[in-house]
């Protein structure tokens, strides 16, 4: 078995790092190794490592007596590291539970030396500041490649989004540097590999802080400069190729001259060291150059001419700059006219229509945890219509969201935008193919014009057909498949749409109005699972607007519950159905969970309370089967007439069957029908593991796209 050796050094972290070591008791490490290197701490960090390590027989607890860096750190821990693989990780970030076996696979799909997944900084409250490494799409580079992604700066020094071959990383990988000894430590790498693998789903964040090395004030530029050395050095032992050479030049001038311009920035214009770094970066940096850099990076060449055309003046003209835009940006309805970028400085503005019934919590659910997904991307613009206060509870809507009620005030805040990134995401959930929603979306196309005019991003993702129609279908698929990020659903709309691909609906992976499940483990069972011998109840929930279920249906449903000493509970999720509910309540003498005076949100804590003691759960209703899955009861829908719908959506999570065809029906077949059902609870659980994993690969591709495609 392909296996890790895991790197974490450590230094006076004993508040931050137990969350880390939390993180890692998430993962699955079997057959890993942790290495812990303790940096001469002085603040009961060791003991605290120590003693999470007695749990464990797969941790190495390396202490250097006294504090020699990380990248000492990291070279101690080399030489004990004994597997195939070598992942080195900061323990104050924070990861997705399956990186090493996303990484892993790639490797030994690809049998690539080095793999990188792509990673996003973000401030300690969690705003998403930068994509960093990668591309929207997996590729695999050879040696010379890769030196050309790093010039491009689609490969930066960070360790902890790379895994690293065991057989390619040198003793003593990285040199005695006070800050950059990662890049110092890579590059000479990268002209020897036999190949990179890329993996585009962001697996990392990394959390930007003060007092980080990397925000911290350091005077020796010796450590720049060796960094530009290595790179340089890289370009030559590939025979210095002209094109090559020319993406070094532009490097050095949008990475290497900025990162000393930064440093100037930190240092501060107190400082009598302040004006060497600048003077080297303006040196660096030349007007002949200065069109090409803006049109290779718009944000990075700007700024390189703010240092050029600023020079001493840069560190106050770009403070200066910051504190006017944060003027700005706090005058409410004021439009921005600061000049946002990708790379960190600006922020992403997303769009999205939202609009939901009323009395449906599955439309709800399914927004909710989409609304999260582009949160995650940046700053939401959500048009909800008519919606009550009681939807928008339910919605878990943030304060920093903007709400729209009326449709022309939300697309007028979208083509009037003029500066930032923006993302335009279409609604989530089940659309018709009808006139009405063609002449929807083509008024969304001036909208997703100006977004794509201005370099941002269109997301379609979790959309579904109720119904096809050939003629619809060919007016549609010109309007709907042009979108950087375009997942559906359901295999029969992307085969009538013929473009895209597919994903669980986003309610798979939603757990309630109260837990941000784009950021819940993905480890094990839901968090709110119940023990299976509690689990005493049938919840059943079946729609108004069918014909009633018919006596043979409602006999079985009985005996069933007699034959497993099961409790019939009749809910109500959709509150049209409230009368269907009543009417089977009293046929199968069941409690009645109605839906009377409740808000959205109390209703379903209350409808997700039945659900988590259920066993099963009877419907016709998809989301019904959905959100009960989610808290741990076994889906299953019975009817004369198969709900489509449902067998679909279950289909594309590989649990086929949950809807079944009873054609007689018969007493004895809807028994049987259910009692194979009752069988299968640890299939579905674990098919909805995988789709909780697709979701969130969909949330990767969103941020990425958002962030990082250009």
């Given at each position: 078995m392909s296996t890790?050796?895991?790197?974490?050094?450590?230094?006076?972290c004993a508040d931050a790092l137990p969350g880390c070591l939390a993180a890692l008791d998430a993962m699955d490490l079997t057959g890993h190794e942790v290495l812990v290197v303790d940096d001469g701490s002085s603040d009961g960090t060791l003991a605290l490592v120590r003693a999470w390590a007695e749990k464990r027989d797969d941790v190495v607890v390396l202490a250097q007596p006294v504090n020699r860096g990380v990248a000492a750190a990291r070279n101690l821990a080399l030489?004990?590291?004994?597997?195939?693989?070598?992942?080195?990780?900061?323990?104050?970030?924070?990861?997705?539970?399956?990186?090493?076996?996303?990484?892993?696979?790639?490797?030994?799909?690809?049998?690539?030396?080095?793999?990188?997944?792509?990673?996003v900084r973000t401030t300690a409250e969690g705003r998403v500041r930068e994509m960093l490494d990668g591309f929207s799409q997996a590729r695999v580079l050879d040696a010379r490649q890769t030196v050309a992604a790093l010039l491009a700066g689609r490969v930066r020094g960070y360790l902890w989004n790379k895994l690293f071959r065991r057989s390619v990383v040198p003793p003593g990988m990285?040199?005695?540097?006070?800050?950059?000894?990662?890049?110092?430590?890579?590059?000479?790498?990268?002209?020897?590999?036999?190949?990179?693998?890329?993996?585009?789903?962001?697996?990392?964040?990394?959390?930007?802080?003060?007092?980080?090395?990397?925000?911290?004030?350091?005077?020796?530029?010796?450590?720049?400069?060796?960094?530009?050395?290595?790179?340089?050095?890289?370009?030559?032992?590939?025979?210095?190729?002209?094109?090559?050479?020319?993406?070094?030049?532009?490097?050095?001038?949008?990475?290497?001259?900025?990162?000393?311009?930064?440093t100037a920035l930190r240092l501060g214009s107190g400082s009598s060291f302040h004006s060497a770094p600048l003077s080297e970066a303006r040196r660096t940096i030349t007007w002949r150059a200065l069109p090409g850099l803006v049109a290779a990076d718009r944000s990075r060449g700007l700024r390189a001419a703010l240092v050029k055309g600023a020079g001493p003046?840069?560190?106050?003209?770009?403070?200066?700059?910051?504190?006017?835009?944060?003027?700005?940006?706090?005058?409410?309805?004021?439009?921005?006219?600061?000049?946002?970028?990708?790379?960190?400085d600006g922020e992403v503005h997303v769009y999205v229509r939202c609009t939901a019934q009323d009395d449906n919590l599955g439309d709800v659910v399914l927004r909710r945890r989409a609304l999260r997904s582009l949160r995650a991307a940046g700053r939401l613009h959500v048009f909800v219509g008519p919606a009550s206060d009681g939807l928008l509870e339910a919605l878990s809507l943030s304060p920093s969201d903007t709400i729209y009620r009326q449709e022309a005030d939300w697309r007028r805040s979208c083509l009037e935008r003029r500066r930032g990134s923006m993302v335009l995401a279409d609604q989530p959930g089940e659309f018709q193919m009808q006139r009405y929603y063609v002449w929807q979306q083509l008024r969304l196309v001036p909208m997703a014009r100006h977004v794509r005019r201005h370099g941002g991003t269109v997301v379609r993702a979790g959309l579904g057909a109720r119904s096809h129609h050939p003629l619809f279908s060919r007016l549609l698929k010109p309007l709907m498949t042009h979108a950087d990020v375009l997942a559906w659903r359901d295999e029969d709309t992307r085969s009538s749409l013929r473009g895209g691909g597919t994903m669980p609906d986003w309610a798979f992976d939603d757990l309630g109005p109260d837990v941000d499940a784009t950021h819940a483990p993905l480890t094990g069972p839901p968090a709110t699972d119940v023990p299976q011998q509690r689990r005493g109840v049938l919840a059943v929930s079946m729609r108004g607007d069918r014909p009633a279920p018919p006596p043979e249906w409602v006999e079985a449903v009985r005996a069933f519950c007699t034959d497993r000493s099961l409790r019939p509970v009749v809910v109500t999720q959709v509150h049209r159905d409230g009368a269907r509910s009543r009417d089977l309540a009293r046929l199968l003498h069941a409690d009645l969970v109605a839906w009377s005076s409740e808000t959205h949100r109390d209703q379903e804590l209350h409808l997700r309370d039945v659900y988590r003691r259920s066993e099963m759960v009877l419907s016709d209703r998809l989301h019904v089967l959905i959100v009960a899955l989610t808290e741990g009861a076994t889906p299953v829908c019975v009817t004369s007439n198969p709900e489509v719908k449902v067998g679909r959506h279950f289909d594309e999570i590989c649990l086929p069957g949950v809807s079944t065809e009873v054609a007689d029906v018969t007493t004895a077949d809807i028994v049987t029908a259910l009692d194979v059902a009752h069988s299968r609870r640890t299939e579905a659980q674990a098919q909805l593991q995988a789709a909780r994993t697709r979701v969130r690969r969909v949330d990767a591709r969103i941020v990425s796209a958002a962030g990082g495609a250009r």
């Amino acid at each position: 078995m392909s296996t890790v050796s895991i790197v974490l050094p450590v230094h006076d972290c004993a508040d931050a790092l137990p969350g880390c070591l939390a993180a890692l008791d998430a993962m699955d490490l079997t057959g890993h190794e942790v290495l812990v290197v303790d940096d001469g701490s002085s603040d009961g960090t060791l003991a605290l490592v120590r003693a999470w390590a007695e749990k464990r027989d797969d941790v190495v607890v390396l202490a250097q007596p006294v504090n020699r860096g990380v990248a000492a750190a990291r070279n101690l821990a080399l030489t004990y590291a004994s597997r195939r693989y070598v992942w080195f990780l900061d323990h104050d970030d924070s990861w997705d539970p399956q990186i090493l076996r996303v990484l892993v696979t790639e490797a030994e799909r690809t049998n690539a030396d080095l793999v990188v997944c792509r990673a996003v900084r973000t401030t300690a409250e969690g705003r998403v500041r930068e994509m960093l490494d990668g591309f929207s799409q997996a590729r695999v580079l050879d040696a010379r490649q890769t030196v050309a992604a790093l010039l491009a700066g689609r490969v930066r020094g960070y360790l902890w989004n790379k895994l690293f071959r065991r057989s390619v990383v040198p003793p003593g990988m990285f040199p005695a540097m006070t800050s950059q000894s990662d890049l110092a430590g890579l590059v000479p790498l990268l002209p020897r590999l036999r190949s990179t693998a890329f993996v585009p789903d962001v697996l990392y964040r990394h959390i930007a802080r003060d007092g980080s090395i990397t925000n911290s004030r350091d005077p020796d530029l010796q450590n720049l400069r060796r960094c530009r050395d290595e790179v340089r050095a890289a370009v030559h032992q590939l025979g210095d190729p002209p094109d090559l050479l020319a993406a070094y030049l532009r490097w050095e001038s949008l990475f290497f001259a900025l990162a000393l311009a930064n440093t100037a920035l930190r240092l501060g214009s107190g400082s009598s060291f302040h004006s060497a770094p600048l003077s080297e970066a303006r040196r660096t940096i030349t007007w002949r150059a200065l069109p090409g850099l803006v049109a290779a990076d718009r944000s990075r060449g700007l700024r390189a001419a703010l240092v050029k055309g600023a020079g001493p003046a840069y560190p106050a003209v770009y403070r200066a700059t910051v504190r006017l835009r944060e003027r700005v940006e706090r005058l409410p309805g004021e439009r921005r006219t600061s000049a946002e970028g990708r790379d960190g400085d600006g922020e992403v503005h997303v769009y999205v229509r939202c609009t939901a019934q009323d009395d449906n919590l599955g439309d709800v659910v399914l927004r909710r945890r989409a609304l999260r997904s582009l949160r995650a991307a940046g700053r939401l613009h959500v048009f909800v219509g008519p919606a009550s206060d009681g939807l928008l509870e339910a919605l878990s809507l943030s304060p920093s969201d903007t709400i729209y009620r009326q449709e022309a005030d939300w697309r007028r805040s979208c083509l009037e935008r003029r500066r930032g990134s923006m993302v335009l995401a279409d609604q989530p959930g089940e659309f018709q193919m009808q006139r009405y929603y063609v002449w929807q979306q083509l008024r969304l196309v001036p909208m997703a014009r100006h977004v794509r005019r201005h370099g941002g991003t269109v997301v379609r993702a979790g959309l579904g057909a109720r119904s096809h129609h050939p003629l619809f279908s060919r007016l549609l698929k010109p309007l709907m498949t042009h979108a950087d990020v375009l997942a559906w659903r359901d295999e029969d709309t992307r085969s009538s749409l013929r473009g895209g691909g597919t994903m669980p609906d986003w309610a798979f992976d939603d757990l309630g109005p109260d837990v941000d499940a784009t950021h819940a483990p993905l480890t094990g069972p839901p968090a709110t699972d119940v023990p299976q011998q509690r689990r005493g109840v049938l919840a059943v929930s079946m729609r108004g607007d069918r014909p009633a279920p018919p006596p043979e249906w409602v006999e079985a449903v009985r005996a069933f519950c007699t034959d497993r000493s099961l409790r019939p509970v009749v809910v109500t999720q959709v509150h049209r159905d409230g009368a269907r509910s009543r009417d089977l309540a009293r046929l199968l003498h069941a409690d009645l969970v109605a839906w009377s005076s409740e808000t959205h949100r109390d209703q379903e804590l209350h409808l997700r309370d039945v659900y988590r003691r259920s066993e099963m759960v009877l419907s016709d209703r998809l989301h019904v089967l959905i959100v009960a899955l989610t808290e741990g009861a076994t889906p299953v829908c019975v009817t004369s007439n198969p709900e489509v719908k449902v067998g679909r959506h279950f289909d594309e999570i590989c649990l086929p069957g949950v809807s079944t065809e009873v054609a007689d029906v018969t007493t004895a077949d809807i028994v049987t029908a259910l009692d194979v059902a009752h069988s299968r609870r640890t299939e579905a659980q674990a098919q909805l593991q995988a789709a909780r994993t697709r979701v969130r690969r969909v949330d990767a591709r969103i941020v990425s796209a958002a962030g990082g495609a250009r």
